[in-house]
C-alpha cells in the first residue's frame, strides 16, 4: 500500500522511480497554476466565477487525527471573502454536518460524502441564481442501512489494529492507517476487503493513508460540482468560470469534468508542494474577488 494518494486500491506496490524524478515529471506535466494567476483572471473577465473546494488538505492541513482538522482563521476569512464574491461550495469526503462543523459558514453550499449529500446554504444567499437554496440531494440514501452495518464491523475489525481508526461520513467509510505501523498496512487494507466481500454493492477506493468505501452508484465529486452548477442555473451557460481546489485523487473527478465541459480552472495540490504553495494560492485569491469587482464596476449585474 502507497503512503499517500495512491492510484488504486488494487495497485499495491510502491514506486520505483526515485521521489524527487516523480516530483519533476509531475512538473513538468502540471504547470504551476500560481505562474499562471493572471491569465486565469484574465480568462475568467466577464464570466460568473462559481468557487468549489475540497476541505481536507485544501482548507486544512493534513493532520494524524482526523477529528482534528482544523482550518485556520485566516482560511476562514478568505474563505468567506470568496463567499461574498461568488457562489462557493465545498465538496468533501466528510460527513457533511462535520465538515459543516470545521468551516462554520452558512452561506457555503456544502456537498459531503464525496459529493452524495448536497445541501444549499441555510443563511441567504445574494446569488439571485441560486435559485435552491433550500436544496438537500443525497442520492445514496438506500445506502444508509448497509454504510451503518459495514461501519459496525469495521470498527470491531479494527480495534485489534493499532493506529487503526474508522470514521463514519454518512453514506462512505473512512478507514484510516496514517497511524498503523507501515508493516501493518497490507493486513489493515485485507481485513477491509474481507469485509467488503460481502457487500458487492460497495466499493473501496484509496485517499491519503485512508481507504474509502463507498456506493457503486455512479457519483462522484464531478457529478456533485454538475449538480451544483445546474441548481445554481448554469448548467447550459457558456459564460460560467467554475474554480475546483483540491489535494486529492477524488478530486480528480471534478478536475475531469472541468476539462470535458472545457470551462473553468482546476487546482490540484500535489502532496510535496503542499507547505510551499498552500499559503500562496490563499493570499492570491481575495486578487481574483477585487478584480471581479472592478470588472463589475460595482455594478452587480452578474448577482
Ligand atoms: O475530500 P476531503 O475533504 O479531502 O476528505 C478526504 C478524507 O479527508 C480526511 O482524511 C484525511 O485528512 C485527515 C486529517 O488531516 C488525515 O488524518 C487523513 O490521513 C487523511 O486521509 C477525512 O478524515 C476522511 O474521512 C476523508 O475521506
Redesign the pocket.
Known amino acids: 500500500m502507497r503512503a499517500s494518494s495512491p492510484t488504486h486500491v488494487k495497485s499495491l506496490p510502491s514506486f520505483s522511480a526515485s521521489d524527487d524524478h516523480r516530483q519533476n515529471s509531475w512538473m513538468h506535466l502540471h504547470p504551476s497554476a500560481l505562474d499562471m494567476f493572471d491569465q486565469i483572471i484574465e480568462a475568467s473577465k466577464g464570466k460568473q466565477i462559481v468557487m468549489f473546494l475540497?476541505?481536507?488538505?485544501?482548507l486544512?492541513p493534513?493532520?494524524?487525527?482526523?477529528d482534528k482538522?482544523f482550518m485556520s482563521e485566516a482560511m476562514r476569512k478568505t474563505v468567506k471573502k470568496l463567499a461574498t464574491c461568488f457562489p462557493t461550495a465545498i465538496v468533501?469526503?466528510?460527513c457533511r454536518d462535520k465538515?459543516y462543523g470545521f468551516i462554520r459558514l452558512a452561506e457555503l453550499y456544502y456537498a459531503g460524502s464525496h459529493g452524495m449529500d448536497i445541501k444549499g446554504p441555510t443563511k441567504s444567499s445574494k446569488f439571485k441564481k441560486a435559485v435552491n437554496q433550500g436544496l438537500l440531494f443525497q442520492p445514496a440514501s438506500e445506502f444508509l442501512p448497509m454504510i451503518d452495518e459495514v461501519y459496525q464491523q469495521l470498527v470491531q475489525k479494527m480495534k485489534s489494529t493499532p493506529g487503526a481508526k474508522v470514521?463514519n461520513?454518512k453514506f462512505c467509510i473512512?478507514v484510516?492507517f496514517?497511524c498503523v505501523d507501515e508493516k501493518q498496512w497490507n493486513n489493515l487494507a485485507q481485513e477491509v476487503k474481507s469485509v467488503l466481500k460481502e457487500y458487492p454493492m460497495l466499493r473501496l477506493t484509496q485517499?491519503?493513508?485512508?481507504l474509502?468505501i463507498r456506493p457503486t452508484i455512479k457519483w462522484d465529486k464531478g457529478k456533485a460540482l454538475e449538480f451544483l452548477l445546474e441548481s445554481l442555473g448554469y448548467a447550459n451557460c457558456s459564460d460560467v468560470f467554475p474554480i475546483y481546489i483540491g489535494?486529492?485523487r477524488?478530486d480528480e473527478d471534478a478536475f475531469k469534468v472541468l476539462r470535458e465541459r472545457n470551462q473553468g480552472f482546476g487546482f490540484l495540490y500535489p502532496k510535496f508542494l503542499k507547505t510551499l504553495m498552500l499559503p500562496t494560492l490563499y493570499e492570491n485569491l481575495p486578487r481574483l474577488c477585487t478584480s471581479y469587482n472592478v470588472w463589475c464596476n460595482g455594478n452587480d449585474h452578474l448577482y
Open positions: 475540497d476541505y481536507d488538505g485544501t486544512s493534513i493532520v494524524e487525527d482526523p482538522a468533501s469526503g466528510r465538515v470514521e461520513n473512512s484510516h496514517r485517499g491519503r493513508k485512508v474509502e489535494d486529492d477524488t
